[in-house]
């Protein structure tokens, strides 16, 4: 096999180009903020490729380090939170119809259902207090995400470095 390409690099590429792509076209989507039916199929792009992050951390998991994979499970929650906040942030019709589909399943749960409901929905109506969340809530994803784009393309360029053909492979 070649140390030029292999599989498990082209898959590491493969996940940073999607964390990246979702980065870039949700960022575009809050400078322009269109509440065209196109803005909600491309809001609902973004939230079902939002859970192509997982599936190809998991995939990578078990073609090369069991541990991207227990990463890749661990992100589902914040998959989950970007997508479904995501989908709220136009306000209109369809994010008002899941966001109450939304904030009743949490209500239904006995203990944690209320106070959970503060923290996501703002209260247990849904308002502007709702938008303000589902905005802090999003993008502190898009954050998060922004960060490990910028890693994970610091560490690709710094490993690169380290097979660089020029050096002769002698020490001092």
Same mark, same amino acid.
């Given at each position: 096999?070649?140390?030029?390409?292999?599989?498990?690099?082209?898959?590491?590429? &493969?996940?940073?180009?999607?964390? !990246?792509?979702?980065? @870039?076209?949700?960022?575009?989507?809050?400078?322009?903020? #269109?509440?065209?039916?196109? &803005? *909600?199929?491309?809001?609902?792009?973004?939230a079902i490729g939002a859970?192509?992050? $997982?599936?190809?951390?998991?995939?990578?998991?078990?073609?090369?380090? #069991?541990?991207?994979?227990?990463? !890749?499970?661990?992100?589902?929650?914040?998959?989950?939170?970007? &997508?479904?906040?995501?989908?709220?942030? $136009?306000?209109?019709?369809?994010?008002?119809?899941?966001?109450?589909?939304?904030? *009743?399943?949490? +209500?239904?749960?006995?203990? +944690?259902?209320e106070p959970l409901a503060?923290?996501?929905?703002?209260?247990?109506?849904?308002?502007?207090?709702?938008?303000?969340?589902?905005?802090?809530?999003?993008?502190?994803?898009?954050?998060?995400?922004?960060?490990?784009?910028?890693?994970? @393309?610091?560490? @690709?360029?710094?490993?690169?470095?380290?097979?660089?053909?020029?050096?002769?492979?002698?020490?001092?």
């Amino acid at each position: 096999m070649s140390r030029s390409n292999p599989p498990h690099q082209t898959l590491k590429l &493969a996940l940073v180009g999607l964390v !990246a792509a979702l980065v @870039i076209v949700d960022t575009g989507l809050f400078f322009v903020t #269109p509440t065209t039916s196109r &803005a *909600e199929l491309l809001r609902l792009l973004l939230a079902i490729g939002a859970f192509g992050v $997982p599936f190809l951390g998991f995939v990578l998991g078990l073609a090369r380090r #069991p541990v991207y994979a227990v990463g !890749a499970v661990l992100s589902v929650p914040l998959a989950a939170l970007y &997508a479904y906040t995501g989908l709220l942030l $136009p306000w209109t019709q369809l994010s008002f119809s899941i966001g109450q589909f939304g904030l *009743e399943l949490l +209500l239904a749960v006995p203990v +944690l259902g209320e106070p959970l409901a503060t923290a996501l929905f703002g209260g247990f109506t849904l308002g502007q207090a709702t938008l303000q969340a589902s905005f802090r809530y999003h993008y502190a994803v898009v954050a998060l995400a922004t960060a490990g784009v910028v890693v994970a @393309i610091a560490r @690709i360029g710094w490993r690169r470095s380290d097979f660089d053909p020029s050096r002769d492979g002698s020490s001092g």
